[in-house]
């Protein structure tokens, strides 16, 4: 069973920097190379939100970025070490809630609808402070 792991969430100053991690177990992270990934998260009480997506190997690895992250938010992916990153810059009070990494197993590109992702992890706590 496919099981994607979140990691790298805490505590952070508003402003300050964060950098989330996704790793998968029950199959390689590489086999994913050609398919679409993604980072979303839900705040209490909210739905939870579509934040960035890179593509597969065939995309070149094309980015989206919600447009509140736009500038501040990376992602990126290194398949050949199986992980995928996103690089929190200048984060903000409101952009507290539980970040999810997902994969989509039919996509290719830089998707960020929910129903494109297949796989999810099981979320990180980021919690920003002012």
């Known amino acids: 069973q496919v099981q994607l792991i979140e990691s790298g969430g805490g505590l952070v100053q508003a402003g300050g920097s964060l950098r989330l991690s996704c790793t998968a177990s029950?199959?390689?992270?590489?086999?994913?190379?050609?398919?679409?990934l993604g980072w979303f998260r839900q705040a209490s009480g909210k739905e939870r939100e579509f934040v960035a997506a890179?593509?597969?190997?065939?995309?070149?690895?094309?980015?989206k970025y919600a447009d509140f992250v736009k500038g501040r938010f990376t992602v990126s992916r290194d398949n050949a070490k199986e992980i995928m990153y996103l690089q929190m810059n200048s984060v903000k009070p409101d952009e507290t809630g539980v970040y999810y990494c997902?994969?989509?197993?039919?996509?290719?590109?830089?998707?960020?609808?929910?129903?494109?992702?297949?796989?999810w992890g099981q979320g990180k706590q980021v919690t920003v402070v002012s």
């Open positions: 997902a994969a989509s197993e039919h996509f290719e590109g830089a998707v960020q609808m929910d129903w494109q992702f297949n796989y």
């Open positions: 029950g199959r390689s992270f590489e086999s994913f190379g050609s398919n679409g």
């Open positions: 890179i593509g597969g190997t065939w995309s070149g690895g094309v980015t």
